[in-house]
Structures are given as structure tokens and as C-alpha cells.
């Protein structure tokens, strides 16, 4: 059968990308392949379950955008379909002089963005959170929690019931375009065939990319964030999400404490560079993920670049005690006892050629494929408008008449 499009990639872009297209034609024949057996089995499934409120983002900045966008989108999608999550507000504390100077910027952009804040005093911030000390705080009130795999299952559900073929368990080996068509080949032996394709493949983007024929000049870099569950015990010990004041030459916020909508709480996470794409236990290597990186000069400058950050975190990654200390300094209750179950997730960083790491989207496209290469985080809050925008470009894109 000849699809009207097949989407590559069973997380949360990807699914909302189908449903969008969907929801704009609804006699579109849909094909969605996912190598995993499962929805939203990586970044999107290991991610912190945070729905942002778009605090950190340049005022105007399409990021704001599409973050104050996706809050609002996503919790309309889970009310509309029962799926449970909660408006529990985020503590961005600043614990010296340093931080306070930078929240203050903070507040600046969340007033510009249109982002409803509170700005809290040490004492306010003590009866808000009696295990959390620090000079000051932003109350970030829309912040919510929500498991983001839910929501995957719930947009695949009905992509079926609206007639979209859904495949798990299939990965694509090679990708050929036609005049008229795109050709995609699984290891199952499948052949399928659509007039457009759309790739939202999240660590194996590049690749994908490059079987589709075109020639991404970045790479897909693996960043580790290490995270640790604490025992039930300690379960109550925060009632808001708890986050630093991030450094601004740094490119990720910091370890925070985190409620997650099961009831656990987590630390972390870090962001310590990967060896294995895919491999999330702790020392995980794949030759091929190393040989990518190290064929890759932009790797070498982003290393170079920034080699002390890359040590700290390192130092950060093999010590348990150096990792508490970065919490401890505003939940000073925290011992190494409480320490738990480890986890990680993987982030697909697009670093370029000069070492930069792309914060911005990146989309690369032939007159019938748009390969998402770079989706910013926060990409999972920010799904659903998202996946407007790649439709966007899509619908634009000069296709041969068929």
C-alpha cells in the first residue's frame, strides 16, 4: 500500500507530528515506524516529566514561543483525555549574591514572556519550603509534572482508531527518493512507500538524514543526565519542583530535585558526555557511537571548548558526594544515604562543525523528506507545536507534481 506520508520515530514529536498532520487532512494515509517495540522508549521516556513553563528562553525567542505554546497545549491534551498531571510550580532558588544578580534577569524574561511568577524572600521561600534554604526564589506557577509515555500511548491509540498504521519493532535500513515517491526499507523486509517523508528520529537523526540522501554538516553528541530516586522516606520533603539558578555559560540548568507524577522524587540530573546513544546503564559503550564522535573534528573543539565544564561534570558523574554537594547547597537535609536508585536519560545534542552546541531548531529537507535534526529542548513540553511547525514546512516544501 502507498502512503500520503511516513513518519520515522515513535516519540513524542514524532507522534504529535502524525496527529498533526491528521488533524489538518484526515483522508491522510499515515505510516509511522518505530525501531522500538514501545512509544517514547528514549529521550522522551527518560526525560524528567517537567512540563516548562519557557522561564530561560529569550523574550520573543521562538523557543518562548512554542514552550508557552506547548504548557497550555499539553495540559488541554491530557485533560481532554483523562491523563493525569499536576500544576505543582517550580522554586528557581539562588542560594548567594551571584545567583540573586541572575534571577533577577530571570524575572525580567518571565515578565517579557508573559509567564506568571512570584518573586520570594528567603523567609517566603522557609514557610514554602521548610527543607530548602536559600536568599531568594522565583515561583514559576504554571510548572507541571505529567508522564510524557502516557501521553505517547494516547496519541498512537488514536492515530489507529483513525486509521494510521503503526508499526513497532521496525527499523529503517535504507531510505530512497524517487520522483514521485520516497522508498523506505525496514529490517523486517517491509517496503513501503509515501509521497512525503518525515524523520524525527532524536539520537539517530543524523544518520537517518544522511540514508535519506542529504548531508548534515552537525552530529549527534550523547549527553548523560544522571539522576537518583529517593527512598520512599523522603518522598515529601519538597511539594514544588526545585531548581538552581543556572549558570548562563553553561548549556544545561543544573541539578535540581524534581517531582515526578508518580509520587518519587529524583536528583539530577548532570550532563556528563556519552559513550553509547542508546545505552543508559552507567559505562555503556558502542564502538560506533565512539567512532562518530571521534571521526568528527566539530567533537574535538567542543572538548577543547569546554574542557573544565567537561571535568567538572566527569568528577561530578564519579562521585556521589561532589553530585549531593550541588543540591546540598539549597537542601542542605539531603545525605548520602538518600541517595537511591540511579537512572539516566540521553540527550541528542547537534553539535556543529566549530564545536557550538545548537540551541535552535535544525531541519534539513529535500523536496519530499523533512528530517528534524535539532529539537530543543524543552521538546516533550513543547511537542504539539512543534509538530505544527514541521508541518508548516512540510505543506511548503516544492514537491514534483505526482
Known amino acids: 500500500m502507498s502512503y500520503t506520508h511516513c513518519v520515522i520515530g515513535g516519540g513524542i514529536v514524532g507522534l504529535a507530528t502524525a496527529t498533526e498532520i491528521l488533524r489538518r487532512d484526515s483522508g491522510a494515509r499515515i505510516v509511522l515506524v518505530e525501531k522500538e517495540n514501545s512509544f517514547a522508549f528514549h529521550q522522551t521516556g527518560h526525560n524528567s516529566g517537567v512540563i516548562h513553563a519557557g522561564i530561560y528562553y529569550a523574550p520573543g525567542s521562538l523557543k518562548?514561543?512554542?514552550?508557552?505554546?506547548?504548557?497550555?497545549?499539553?495540559?488541554?491534551?491530557?485533560?481532554?483525555?483523562?491523563?493525569?498531571?499536576?500544576?505543582?510550580?517550580?522554586?528557581?532558588?539562588?542560594?548567594?549574591?551571584?545567583?540573586?544578580?541572575?534571577?533577577q534577569t530571570l524575572i525580567g524574561r518571565a515578565e517579557q514572556n508573559g509567564i506568571s511568577i512570584e518573586e520570594v524572600s528567603a523567609t517566603r521561600l522557609r514557610q514554602l519550603e521548610p527543607n530548602i534554604t536559600g536568599d531568594g526564589a522565583i515561583l514559576v506557577h504554571t510548572t507541571g509534572i505529567v508522564d510524557y509515555r502516557q501521553i505517547c500511548v494516547a496519541m498512537a491509540?488514536?492515530?489507529?482508531?483513525?486509521?494510521?498504521?503503526?508499526?513497532?519493532?521496525v527499523a529503517v535500513t535504507q531510505i530512497e527518493e524517487g520522483e514521485r515517491s520516497v522508498a523506505v526499507m525496514l529490517d523486517s523486509g517491509d517496503r513501503l512507500t509515501a509521497d512525503r517523508l518525515i524523520a524525527c528520529a532524536g539520537l539517530q537523526s543524523d544518520r537517518i538524514a544522511r540514508m535519506g540522501g542529504l548531508n548534515p554538516t552537525h552530529r549527534i553528541v550523547p549527553f548523560r543526565g544522571e539522576y537518583f530516586?529517593?527512598?520512599?522516606?523522603?518522598?515529601?520533603i519538597v511539594k514544588h519542583l526545585i531548581y538552581p539558578v543556572p549558570d548562563p555559560d553553561l548549556q544545561f540548568l543544573g541539578i535540581h530535585l524534581t517531582r515526578m507524577i508518580d509520587g518519587r522524587i529524583t536528583i539530577g540530573p548532570?550532563?556528563?558526555?556519552?559513550?553509547?546513544?542508546?545505552?543508559?546503564?552507567?559505562?555503556?559503550?558502542?564502538?560506533?557511537?565512539?567512532?562518530?564522535?571521534?571521526?568528527?573534528?566539530?567533537?574535538?573543539?567542543?572538548?577543547?571548548?569546554?574542557?573544565?565544564?567537561?571535568?567538572?561534570?566527569?568528577?561530578?558523574?564519579?562521585?556521589?558526594r561532589r553530585y549531593l554537594d550541588l543540591c546540598r547547597k539549597y537542601c542542605p537535609g539531603l545525605t548520602l544515604a538518600d541517595m537511591g536508585q540511579p537512572g539516566a536519560g540521553i540527550r541528542a545534542q547537534a553539535v556543529m562543525a566549530d564545536?557550538?552546541?545548537?540551541?535552535?531548531?535544525?531541519f534539513l529537507n529535500t523536496s519530499r523528506q523533512v528530517h528534524v535534526c535539532n529539537a530543543p529542548s524543552p521538546a516533550a513540553t513543547s511537542a504539539i507545536p512543534i509538530a505544527r511547525k514541521i508541518v508548516d514546512r512540510l505543506d511548503v516544501a516544492t514537491v514534483s507534481p505526482a
Open 64 to 103: 518562548a514561543q512554542l514552550c508557552r505554546e506547548g504548557e497550555m497545549a499539553t495540559k488541554e491534551f491530557c485533560t481532554a483525555r483523562n491523563i493525569p498531571f499536576e500544576t505543582c510550580g517550580k522554586l528557581i532558588v539562588a542560594t548567594d549574591s551571584v545567583e540573586m544578580e541572575r534571577m
Open 157 to 169: 491509540e488514536e492515530l489507529r482508531q483513525h486509521g494510521a498504521r503503526v508499526m513497532t519493532g
Open 229 to 236: 530516586t529517593l527512598p520512599p522516606s523522603r518522598s515529601s
Open 270 to 320: 548532570n550532563a556528563v558526555l556519552g559513550f553509547h546513544r542508546e545505552g543508559y546503564a552507567k559505562g555503556s559503550v558502542n564502538l560506533p557511537d565512539v567512532f562518530s564522535m571521534a571521526s568528527f573534528g566539530g567533537f574535538w573543539k567542543l572538548i577543547f571548548q569546554h574542557s573544565r565544564a567537561a571535568l567538572s561534570e566527569f568528577g561530578n558523574s564519579i562521585s556521589r
Open 355 to 362: 564545536g557550538s552546541l545548537l540551541q535552535d531548531f535544525l
